[in-house]
């Protein structure tokens, strides 16, 4: 099968072996997603090497349950072991032994074919697009945010970053009813979001002096955020941090113990959710499409995934 796969220095198609296996569906990939994990792996980011990906919509073509077998599904991407401490206290996305769909010790969805457990497949409302459906790992993501600490509709809330989860994670937050900015350096993004109704953008560098807000959630992608988000969050406020970054950062802790600021990460999120979401069209993602190319022209859309402002990239193997 044909694959686009990463030896550590480039990605490009190359023709593999179709996965094989008695326990786990194999899933013919019908769209794989480009996002900001995967040009981070390019990078060097989790040392990775195999097929890349992990966005992706398909349908299940051979499973050890038959009743999944023609079914069109999305798949959640951590595969973990189930046996030890960390899996049987229920926080298997954390289990330390864990395989990452695309990521960390399996091939991924940028390809013919993929394989993974039943117990991570979701099947896809039929009114779902293939194209939409591709968002819903991202979306999943960006509704993670809501499942430890939900925002009250009293409060303010800043999302640092108008790339595609930035433009996901601000049309969610909207969803709690509270009063919701969006600060980023290509405003010409959100106007593809019209349509979605009346957000306020902020360009980075246009931040009123001396305004705060009750939460920042930091999707910039750029080791810069942090220090935006910490200059922006009021005294006991909330950081949540979305981006996943190769390079290290210098953390000024004694500002959060001073303001008493809480900092925490949130990466993976619940899929059925994110299905329903996408289903009852609360959130719009076919604006955030840049592009679709067919899996053959994967080069050419790693470059346009590459360009400065570039949105959603995909892969079509149809």
Not at 35 to 49: N, P
Not at 294 to 315: D, F, M
Request: hydrophobic share 40%; aromatic share 4%.
């Amino acid at each position: 099968m044909r694959a686009l796969v990463f030896d550590g220095v480039g990605a490009a198609i190359r023709t593999v072996p179709e996965p094989s296996t008695t326990t786990e569906a194999l899933i013919r990939v019908r769209m794989a997603g480009i996002c900001a994990t995967d040009r981070e792996i390019l990078k060097g980011y989790g040392q990775f090497r195999g097929v890349l990906g992990h966005e992706f919509v398909g349908v299940v073509e051979e499973s050890p349950d038959p009743g999944w077998i023609g079914r069109r599904v999305v798949g959640e991407i951590n595969c973990p072991c189930h046996a030890c401490a960390v899996c049987q206290r229920g926080d298997g996305i954390h289990c330390p032994h864990r395989q990452v769909l695309g990521i960390h010790g399996r091939d991924g969805a940028m390809a013919e074919y993929c394989l993974l457990p039943l117990s991570n497949l979701h099947q896809v409302p039929v009114t779902v697009t293939d194209q939409q459906a591709v968002f819903v790992e991202p979306l999943a993501a960006a509704l993670a945010i809501l499942e430890r600490h939900p925002p009250r509709p009293s409060q303010t809330i800043a999302v640092i970053g108008d790339g595609k989860l930035g433009l996901l994670v601000i049309q969610v937050m909207r969803l709690t009813g509270a009063r919701c900015l969006l600060v980023g350096r290509h405003p010409e993004k959100w106007q593809r979001m019209t349509h979605c109704g009346e957000i306020p953008f902020i360009l980075e560098d246009q931040w009123p002096e001396g305004q705060q807000v009750d939460m920042v959630v930091e999707c910039s992608g750029s080791p810069s955020g942090l220090d935006l988000a910490l200059r922006w969050v009021r005294p006991r406020g909330r950081i949540v941090m979305k981006s996943t970054l190769r390079s290290q950062h210098t953390l000024n802790l004694t500002a959060i113990a001073l303001h008493e600021i809480s900092v925490e990460g949130s990466r993976c999120g619940p899929f059925p959710p994110a299905l329903k979401v996408l289903e009852r069209g609360l959130v719009q993602v076919d604006p955030l499409i840049d592009a679709i190319f067919p899996l053959h022209q994967a080069s050419e859309a790693l470059q346009r995934a590459l360009r400065p402002g570039s949105l959603k990239v995909i892969l079509s193997t149809t």
